[in-house]
């Protein structure tokens, strides 16, 4: 799977909960800070994070009626590996992967599309979940 960030800059997009999957994850992307953290959570959970507002120097996220920086090391997910790459590269590598483009009608969830050449993020394979990664990277 694919995440535009251009598609995840207005603050309503900042989170995105893929909860179709065995094992549910959330991408987060602050556009002040161009940070990107992908959170995994349980077999069977249902991801409800959520964007909070901004505070020292950091977009907040609310998971489970906590408000968590979203650098914080007390956020009760895991952190999941990602790649940033461009859309040549992931196209190329990639050429029938799904994208996440915006927000669509309820139940649609992602779709493939071909967005404007940008960045984007790839949450990695999700069968092989979880995967170890640097939670300050």
């Given amino acids: 799977r694919c995440y535009v960030l251009r598609a995840m800059k207005n603050m ?3 989170v995105v909960n893929e909860n179709r999957c065995e094992r549910p994850f959330c991408v987060t992307y602050c ?3 161009d940070t990107v953290r992908v959170l995994v959570g349980s077999v069977g959970d249902l991801l409800e994070v959520q964007t909070a507002g901004f505070d020292d ?3 907040l996220i609310m998971h489970s009626e906590t408000l968590f920086g979203q650098n914080s090391d007390k956020i009760p997910l895991e952190d999941l590996s990602f790649e940033r790459t461009t859309w040549a590269d992931w196209t190329g ?5 799904l994208v996440f483009v915006g927000d669509q009608p309820a139940g649609a969830g ?6 404007e050449a940008n960045g ?6 999700l069968p ?3 995967k170890e990664s640097d939670p300050n990277g």
């Avoid at 992602?110 to 967005?115: D, E, G, I, M, Y």
């Fill in 12 to 14: 309503n997009s900042h």
């Fill in 31 to 33: 556009d002040r800070t």
């Fill in 57 to 59: 120097g950091q977009m």
């Fill in 93 to 97: 590598a990639h050429p029938e992967s």
């Fill in 110 to 115: 992602a779709q493939q599309s071909k967005p």
């Fill in 120 to 125: 984007s993020i790839n949450s990695g394979s």
């Fill in 128 to 130: 092989d979940l979880p």
